[in-house]
């Protein structure tokens, strides 16, 4: 069975802060994607990373795919309430089935 | 051009009773899935389609069925609900990589 840790389940943090959210497994992954989902919505991607020690940037946002292809990591510049969500990571196997996360719940305080 | 959409939006079933699911998609897209999301445990796949007339068990398939009969909707049925099959049900489709999701069916078992 391939699962995938996301660590911290919960995360409380006043704006401007910076935070860290890890995406673990010991499986390898052909990519790793990101997803966000707010109350009562779908998730939508944010990003897929592809290659071992690929990082990409998106505005405040940074993430990074572990050299073995095993890890990923979710990284916040001064959070704002608008980043307030569930980030999920997945796992991307034989190009099309995903393996997700149980999600990491962001809620960033004014 | 609507995305995924799913219908109904709400439903509430004694046990024993059945129901359908459906997920519709204008994008053309091959693969379709359906997930369940419970809290703590992310998004897990039910069944998922990798083309018109083929079907696949997912992570957690048992007590439920599916069809795609035609490329653009999957249909997800319970034949007959158990409260353990309480849960939000996403549909999403993709072609290959970004899966894009449906707003979800929030399903209550009593």
């Known amino acids: 069975t391939q699962l995938l840790e996301q660590s911290p389940q919960f995360l409380s943090i006043q704006e401007g802060e910076n935070l860290t959210v890890y995406c673990n497994s010991s499986?390898?992954?052909?990519?790793l994607q990101w997803y966000r989902q707010e109350p009562g919505e779908g998730p939508v991607l944010l990003v897929t990373?592809?290659?071992?020690?690929e990082v990409k940037k998106l505005k405040r946002l940074t993430f990074q795919f572990g050299d073995a292809r095993k890890d990923s990591s979710l990284h916040i510049t001064a959070a704002q309430p608008g980043d307030t969500g569930l980030y999920l990571c997945a796992g991307v196997i034989g190009g099309f089935k995903t393996i997700f996360g149980a999600g990491t719940r962001l809620f960033v305080k004014a | 051009n609507a995305g995924v959409t799913q219908t109904p939006k709400f439903r509430v079933l004694k046990t024993g009773q059945s129901m359908t699911l459906l997920c519709a998609q204008d994008?053309?897209?091959?693969?379709m899935y359906w997930y369940r999301q419970d809290p703590g445990m992310g998004l897990r796949l039910i069944h998922y389609?990798?083309?018109?007339?083929?079907?696949a068990k997912g992570e957690v398939p048992d007590g439920y069925n599916v069809s795609r009969l035609k490329k653009q909707n999957f249909l997800l049925g319970l034949e007959s609900a158990a409260p353990s099959q309480t849960s939000v049900y996403f549909c999403a489709s993709s072609r290959a990589g970004e899966q894009f999701f449906g707003p979800g069916t929030r399903l209550t078992v009593l």
């Open positions: 994008m053309n897209h091959e693969y």
């Open positions: 499986s390898v992954f052909s990519s």
């Open positions: 389609s990798v083309g018109e007339g083929t079907t």
């Open positions: 990373v592809v290659t071992g020690g």
